[in-house]
Nanobody, 119 residues
Framework: HVQLVESGGGSVQAGGSLRLSCAAS?????NAWFRQAPGKERERVAA???????HYADSVQGRFTIPRHFASDTIYLQMNSLKAEDTALYVCAASNKDYCPSEAKGYDYWGQGTQVTVS
């Protein structure tokens, strides 16, 4: 079982930046960030697999990146040029599959989430 612990959320003005961190207790092939806003479905924002292939939602392409620090098993979400519509609970997820699933049901482990509010 892999535990995921997020940190780094908070409030920021539109146009600003935040970096979220997800500390993992073990290795998984794929790591991802999802977000869920009130009244909306959980959306995969970014994902990164073992071979460093990354995937981004169209809504964040060019603004968000998902770097990984292997030595500490930490996955980051660097968010730049934030918009009000980025406001959501951001949740770290991990999958043991040999690819990065696009849907939440494909992920085996989940963190508790960290709130991001953009005003």
């Amino acid at each position: 079982h892999v535990q995921l612990v997020e940190s780094g959320g908070g409030s920021v003005q539109a146009g600003g930046s935040l970096r979220l961190s997800c500390a993992a207790s073990g290795y998984t092939y794929c790591n991802a960030w999802f977000r869920q806003a009130p009244g909306k479905e959980r959306e995969r924002v970014a994902a990164r697999d073992h071979d460093a292939e990354t995937h981004y939602a169209d809504s964040v392409q060019g603004r968000f990146t998902i770097p990984r620090h292997f030595a500490s098993d930490t996955i980051y979400l660097q968010m730049n040029s934030l918009k009000a519509e980025d406001t959501a609970l951001y949740v770290c997820a991990a999958s043991n599959k040999d690819y990065c699933p696009s849907e939440a049901k494909g992920y085996d482990y989940w963190g508790q989430g960290t709130q991001v509010t953009v005003s």
